[in-house]
């Protein structure tokens, strides 16, 4: 930690719409150069605020208030204060706080900058979380990243104490539980790769361009437009996601075009989920299910299929008496969607997280994220799974990942 008499400030989670914002102020004297921006219905005494206690209260800029946010502090040894604000995560409510921090004498840098003074890094855990931290891609992950400091070891002690007290059934079970999330983490901090394919002019781009609610790639009535694949970066419930547009599926003699299928393929290999775009208005030239089933044989013949989901795009195309045969034939689930209308592109937002396994989400549920911490878990599973198991080892490989031994 630095001793420099010098304050600084950082937003450390990244610039997005929504969402929250952590903007971390570090130096000696923090109690009393935000006392007059604060306001709470309760006295709030920052000097000698337990560092485990949160507080809600009124940022303020003389007598305009900037928003509500959520304050906690902790002291170093050497009389620094880390003070973090979470706020909401509107660029320019951030905007606003640094500016007035500005005013204040508060030096604004990078959070890379100010967490190498202000994070400890003693274990691989501690700086397994600064990495993941800085380079995270969503406000969401930033602020569970950075839980994870002191919740990761709270759900590892209590498995700890039950395998020292015998119960080997119950141990195993928590840890299992622990280990199953880390697939969620791990799309979290990574991201979802999302390969939207189908026949030309099934409105992949239109859908691509409103599921990121951006547009970037310029979309036309003429069959084959996207002759090669582009990417949306977005994000669906705080998680990472980019839409991957490819070109349209069918038999052709173009060679350009037959590169671009081929390419195609390529982005399927890479996909966690691949969305399946049917082209509802022309049903009646073709039977749906030839169309949807020569899809999922196309996505099926790639090795290491990921999940899959069927969507059936230009519903504001249908009459009501359409889209009731439809649901009629394929079931009351069936993701019957309008891009250019934006009707129930909600439900397929929800739906395509829901195929990764993100049911509840992660909320504030703790899980081991990097492959160092998964191994651990694993390392005392098998120990506590031997014909003779080894308990200490169990324990020493939990120590370790979060720091305790």
């Not at 900058?113 to 400890?120: I, K, P, Q, R, T």
């Not at 990761?152 to 395998?163: E, G, K, Q, S, Y």
């Not at 691949?274 to 022309?282: G, L, R």
């Amino acid at each position: 930690m630095t001793t420099t008499d010098e304050v600084r400030a950082a937003c450390l989670t990244p610039p997005a719409a929504g969402g929250i914002a952590i903007v971390q102020i570090v130096g000696k004297n923090i109690p009393d150069l935000l006392a007059p921006c604060l306001k709470s219905p309760r006295p709030l005494d920052l000097a000698h605020m337990d560092e485990s206690q949160l507080r809600l209260c009124r940022l303020v800029d003389g007598n305009e208030t900037i928003d509500d946010v959520v304050i906690c502090v902790r002291r170093e040894s050497d009389g620094v204060t880390v003070a973090e604000l979470t706020m909401h995560g509107g660029p320019r409510i951030v905007q606003r706080v640094l500016l007035l921090l500005k005013r204040m004498g508060v030096r604004i840098t990078e959070g890379k900058e100010l967490l190498a003074v202000s994070w400890s890094t003693t274990h691989p855990l501690e700086q397994e979380i600064l990495d993941a931290l800085l380079q995270a891609k969503t406000r969401f992950a930033a602020a569970w990243i950075a839980r994870m400091k002191h919740a990761l070891p709270n759900a590892i002690d209590p498995i700890v104490r039950t395998i020292q007290a015998g119960d080997m059934a119950a141990a195993r079970s928590d840890l299992e539980t622990l280990l199953s999330r880390s697939r969620q983490a791990r799309f979290l901090l990574e991201g979802i790769r999302v390969v939207l394919i189908g026949e030309p002019n099934t409105g992949k781009s239109t859908l691509a361009n409103a599921l990121a609610q951006r547009e970037h790639a310029i979309v036309s009535d003429t069959p084959g437009t996207t002759r090669d694949w582009v990417e949306h970066p977005t994000a669906i419930e705080g998680v990472p996601v980019t839409l991957v547009d490819t070109a349209g599926i069918r038999e052709t003699h173009d060679r350009i075009e037959q590169e671009a299928i081929h390419r195609t393929q390529d982005q399927i290999r890479s996909a966690n989920v691949v969305m399946i775009v049917i082209d509802a208005s022309a049903l009646q030239a073709a039977p749906q299910n030839d169309r949807a089933n020569r899809l999922l044989d196309h996505a099926a013949s790639t090795q290491n299929v990921p999940d899959r989901l069927l969507v059936f795009n230009k519903s504001d195309c249908l009459t009501a008496a359409q889209k009731q045969g439809l649901l009629a034939q394929r079931g009351p689930d069936t993701l019957l969607v309008s891009a250019q209308t934006g009707n129930r592109l909600d439900t397929l937002r929800h739906r395509l997280i829901q195929s990764i396994g993100w049911t509840q989400g992660l909320n504030d549920k703790p899980a081991p994220f990097t492959d160092r911490q998964i191994d651990l878990c694993r390392q005392a599973l098998s120990a506590m799974a031997a014909t003779e198991p080894d308990l200490n080892a169990a324990i020493d490989r939990l120590h370790f990942l979060v720091g305790r031994a």
